[in-house]
T-cell receptor, first 111, second 112 residues
Framework: SQQGEEDPQALSIQEGENATMNCSYK?????LQWYRQNSGRGLVHLIL?????REKHSGRLRVTLDTSKKSSSLLITASRAADTASYFC???????????FGEGTQLTVNP | DGGITQSPKYLFRKEGQNVTLSCEQN?????MYWYRQDPGQGLRLIYY???????QKGDIAEGYSVSREKKESFPLTVTSAQKNPTAFYLC???????????FGPGTRLTVL
């Protein structure tokens, strides 16, 4: 079952622009995480936001969480060509013991 | 260096054969996971283990089997019962089930 759904499926921007990706989920969660995957590689953890947090920053990343709307957004500011990758959100249900990943957003940053 | 390794990187299998994918971690993590990823899609959970000698089925366990005899190792066997095994397989580990997961580099399995 897919708990998280990312939007858009694909995003193409120019270097220096900001990139925003959204994630919606269905059930109550303990926390929400964002991961990055370069083509053909494993995933790398970017950031975790807990259900009682509304916003979190890490370098050029800004994550927001709206539990009333069951949605989260990932903002990458001043994007670089090296940011080109797929980005996934992952959620854990409050009654569960595993993460559920969304389908991902494929981000392309053109130099 | 601490990390999680998977081998082999590429694996080719004939129809009807069982194959075993290796996953090893030296992070001292209790929890380990196997995911399957098809082209352009997200990750689907096959099996996970939160402690040695115990594991649970994920969303797509049919045609797969695992063992967890050691904390460091969580091998996945793709059996001949798996009808469409060609995919990218990712192993991950974490301190606890709901926190940050560390991923291996993946194994790309192709059935000939």
């Amino acid at each position: 079952s897919q708990q998280g759904e990312e939007d858009p499926q694909a995003l193409s921007i120019q270097e220096g622009e900001n990139a925003t990706m959204n994630c919606s989920y269905k059930t109550s969660i303990n926390n929400l995480q964002w991961y990055r995957q370069n083509s053909g590689r494993g995933l790398v953890h970017l950031i975790l936001i807990r259900s009682n947090e509304r916003e979190k920053h890490s370098g050029r990343l800004r994550v927001t969480l709206d539990t009333s709307k069951k949605s989260s957004s990932l903002l990458i500011t001043a994007s670089r060509a090296a940011d080109t990758a797929s980005y996934f959100c992952a959620t854990d249900e409050t009654s569960g013991s595993r993460l559920t990943f969304g389908e991902g957003t494929q981000l392309t940053v053109n130099p | 260096d601490g990390g999680i390794t998977q081998s082999p990187k590429y694996l080719f299998r004939k129809e009807g054969q069982n194959v075993t994918l290796s996953c090893e971690q030296n992070l001292n993590h209790d929890a380990m996971y196997w995911y399957r990823q098809d082209p352009g899609q997200g990750l689907r959970l096959i099996y996970y283990s939160q402690i040695v000698n115990d594991f649970q089925k994920g969303d797509i366990a049919e045609g797969y089997s695992v063992s967890r005899e050691k904390k460091e190792s969580f091998p996945l066997t793709v059996t001949s019962a798996q009808k469409n095994p060609t995919a990218f397989y990712l192993c991950a580990s974490s301190i606890a089930g709901l926190l940050e997961q560390f991923f291996g580099p993946g194994t790309r399995l192709t059935v000939l």
